[in-house]
């Protein structure tokens, strides 16, 4: 079933460790974001990438970096965990960045940081 | 900024009756899209319903429509005939469909879980 894959699904996480959750999808999509869930709060962007190669601020980037050398994949990379951001992390992606397609949803990594 | 707001944390209602559940969001734009997502214990993200700024007609599918309100910006959702699978958290969510640099990104709700009672 087509879709986006995410990577691990959950893990927990020392303080000051650098992680990488990994984020693959399959449907060609051109846009693809991360979010970040917290009781309460809803989902917040993190970080975004309109295309391959081009990537931008959300709301909350901070501690967080991305990358997105291809159309299929956009890990997202805590350089040096930090208790706060333990948080379920949602991979998704849009056809176009713009518009009226829909946002599509990975099924999210808990992390945990300790 | 857009905001999305909803009011209530918690609903519940008995299997087979109907149950609304409330959103109003706050925009200075025009045209722009309005969703429902539908979050199961599973965490999986699930689009429910989805309407256009630009159209009059509410949205149906299947179980679940909508009472799009332009003019008072507000967009709540109806389930119909409530099943114990509907049980999860709802989120309403906002993306503007205007031309403007970077992502058109989702504007979340805080959520409103759904509990049905058999």
């Known amino acids: 079933i087509a879709g986006i894959t995410q990577a691990p699904t959950s893990q927990i996480l020392a303080a000051g460790r650098r992680m990488t959750l990994r984020c693959t999808q399959d449907m060609r999509h051109n846009a693809m974001y991360w979010y970040r869930q917290d009781l309460g709060l809803g989902l917040r962007l993190i970080h975004y990438?309109?295309?391959?190669?081009?990537?931008g601020k959300g709301e909350v980037p901070d501690g967080y970096s991305v990358s997105r050398a291809n159309t299929d994949d956009f890990p997202l990379t805590l350089a040096s965990a930090v208790p706060s951001q333990t948080s379920v992390y949602f991979c998704?992606?849009?056809?176009?960045?713009?518009?009226?397609?829909?946002?599509?949803f990975g099924e999210g990594s808990w992390l945990t940081v300790v | 900024a857009q905001t999305v707001t909803q009011s209530q944390p918690e609903m519940s209602v008995q299997e087979a009756e109907t149950v609304t559940l409330s959103c109003t969001y706050d925009t200075s734009e025009s045209d722009y899209y309005l969703f429902w997502y539908k979050q199961p214990p599973s965490r999986q993200m699930i689009l429910v319903i989805r309407q256009e700024a630009y159209k009059q007609q509410n949205a149906t599918e299947n179980r679940f429509s909508v009472n799009f309100q332009k003019a008072a910006k507000s967009f709540s959702l109806k389930i119909s005939d409530s099943q114990l699978g509907d049980a999860a958290m709802y989120f309403c969510a906002y993306r503007s469909a205007e031309r403007i640099q970077g992502a058109q990104k989702l504007v979340f709700g805080q959520g409103t879980r759904l509990t049905i009672n058999p």
């Open positions: 990438s309109n295309t391959a190669g081009t990537t």
């Open positions: 998704a992606s849009s056809e176009r960045p713009r518009g009226r397609g829909t946002i599509y």
